[in-house]
Each structure stands twice: as structure tokens, then as C-alpha cells.
């Protein structure tokens, strides 16, 4: 009996560490770095596809020259983007539209000054830090 527990045990172990992610090629975060003298707002959108009606959801206000810790997904990005393939974002200043409208007016609603669709190879190519403006 206390062999097959053992042999249990030993099957539950494997079954959980196989499942766990890898800590060291996992990312959870990305860093926005606002390098303008202005500050900005950041949004992601948010989408109804058959409806074609978007919203852009407020993630953070980022001051002037400074760094902000974005957490876009509850799981880490690398898992998340298996089944998002892109990740947006938008840059605005002084936010006013507020809820879902057209998608087609999100450039007349919003003063977007930058927006950046972003893959995971872009991600991982830019060392997990987006800046704005971008560097050219």
C-alpha cells in the first residue's frame, strides 16, 4: 500500500511541475516608457466583433518621462498570446470619448498620438519595454 502511494505521489509531482510555467522565460509584465514631456493616457481596446463597436479601456495615465509596470493579461504574456496573436495599444492625449462606439471612429473620438500592435517576437525583440514616442 505504501509503495502505490509513493507511486502517486511521484505521478501527481510530474503531472504539476510539467504544467507549471518555465520562471525564467515567463513575463508577466511590460514596461511602458513614456519619453515625451507630455503626459499620456494608455489604453487597450476592447472589441464586439459582430457588432463592429470598440471601446478604448483606460490601463494607466504615464507621466512625462517616466516608467509604468503594465500587466495586460492575468496569465503570463507568452501563454496569453497564444490565442491573442496581437497586442494593442493606444496612446492618447486627454481622453474623452467614453464607452462603445464605431470602430471605424476611434481616430475621430480619441486624439491618438501613437497606436502600436505588437506580436510576442516584437516583444521579446524589444526586450519587454515599449517606448513612446518611438525610437527611430
Given amino acids: 500500500m505504501k509503495k502505490y502511494m509513493i507511486i502517486l505521489i ?22 511602458i516608457q513614456n519619453q515625451s514631456d507630455k503626459d499620456i493616457d494608455m ?21 512625462a518621462n517616466s516608467k509604468f509596470e503594465f500587466q495586460p493579461f492575468n496569465s503570463s504574456i507568452e501563454k496569453s498570446m497564444e490565442t491573442s496573436s496581437v497586442l494593442e495599444l493606444y496612446f492618447i492625449n486627454n481622453r474623452q470619448a467614453q464607452g462603445f462606439y464605431d470602430c471605424d471612429s476611434i481616430y475621430i473620438k480619441n486624439d491618438i498620438l ?7 517576437d516584437d516583444l521579446r525583440r524589444m526586450n519587454w519595454t515599449v517606448v513612446y514616442p518611438l525610437e527611430e
Fill in 114 to 120: 501613437a497606436y502600436y500592435t505588437l506580436t510576442l
Fill in 43 to 63: 489604453c487597450s481596446r476592447s472589441y464586439i466583433p459582430f457588432e463592429n463597436l470598440c471601446a478604448l479601456i483606460p490601463e494607466a495615465v504615464i507621466k
Fill in 10 to 31: 511521484m505521478c501527481c509531482l510530474t503531472l504539476v511541475s510539467s504544467t507549471c510555467e518555465n520562471g525564467n522565460d515567463t513575463h508577466y509584465y511590460i514596461i
